[in-house]
């Protein structure tokens, strides 16, 4: 069974930094793409950028360019998405996702709720 | 940037009856060589992560009702569920991955009871 899941909610200062896990089972991990999509409240899904664990090559969204950086380490099957000089617009959940076909996401992790507030 | 444009954002149906939501891209995602198209339908209830409903913009997930059918092509889509169930109320989705690596989603459809 492929299981994506995520490390826990997180309380951050505005200016820092979180970074959140994903931790994969039940397939390859090299195989698949994975990609992390931003949900702030009530809102809908962004798209945020795209991991390639095989050769850790990576592209993110304009929005977020100079601030994320996403990273791999196979040795535990694991995905990371890191977010820096944080700000109270940067509160949502953010949810990494495994690609199937394409860019079509069937498997996605729980979730990680990020509250940025002084 | 392929933007995605959903309507309407709010959708009220009563039991039993239809459901439409309409999906227009700001560009095609149809790819000529093999003649599909890159769009994909999610259901996303409270609390949870989006759930994927249909791909290739007509191709149901396994497991999905059969209620739910997509279609469209080049620009314009829609998401039709035949006979509207409690369970459906959710927000959806629409998602092109023509630009991959890229993806871009539409703003979100809320779908609720009449």
């Known amino acids: 069974e492929v299981q994506l899941v995520q490390s826990g909610a997180e309380v951050k200062r505005p200016g820092a930094t979180v970074k959140i896990s994903c931790k994969v089972s039940?397939?390859?991990?090299?195989?698949?793409?994975i990609h992390w999509v931003q949900q702030a409240p009530g809102k809908g899904l962004e798209w945020m950028g795209l991991?390639?664990?095989?050769?850790?090559?990576?592209m993110s969204a304009e929005k977020f360019q100079g601030r994320v950086t996403i990273t791999a380490d196979t040795s535990t099957d694991t995905a990371y998405m890191e977010l820096r000089g944080l700000r109270s617009e940067d509160t949502a959940v953010y949810y990494c996702?495994?690609?199937?076909?394409?860019?079509?996401?069937?498997?996605w992790g729980q979730g990680t709720l990020v509250t940025v507030s002084s | 940037d392929i933007v995605m444009t959903q309507s309407p954002e709010y959708l009220a149906v009563s039991l039993g009856e239809r459901a439409t939501i309409s999906c227009k891209s700001s560009?095609?995602?149809?790819?000529?060589?093999?003649?599909?198209?890159?769009l994909a339908w999610y259901q996303q209830k409270p609390g949870q992560p989006p759930k994927l409903l249909i791909y290739?913009?007509?191709t149901r997930e396994s497991g999905v009702p059969d209620r739910f059918s997509g279609s469209g092509s080049g620009t314009d889509f829609t998401l039709t569920i035949s006979s509207l169930q409690a369970d459906d109320v959710a927000v959806y989705y629409c998602?092109?991955?023509?630009?991959?690596?890229?993806?871009?989603f539409g703003q979100g459809t809320r779908l609720e009871i009449k």
């Open positions: 996702g495994r690609v199937e076909v394409r860019g079509v996401i069937p498997y």
């Open positions: 039940g397939y390859t991990f090299t195989d698949y793409h």
């Open positions: 560009q095609s995602v149809l790819y000529s060589s093999n003649n599909k198209n890159f």
């Open positions: 991991l390639d664990p095989e050769d850790g090559e990576t």
């Open positions: 998602q092109q991955y023509y630009s991959v690596p890229s993806i871009s």
């Open positions: 290739w913009a007509s």
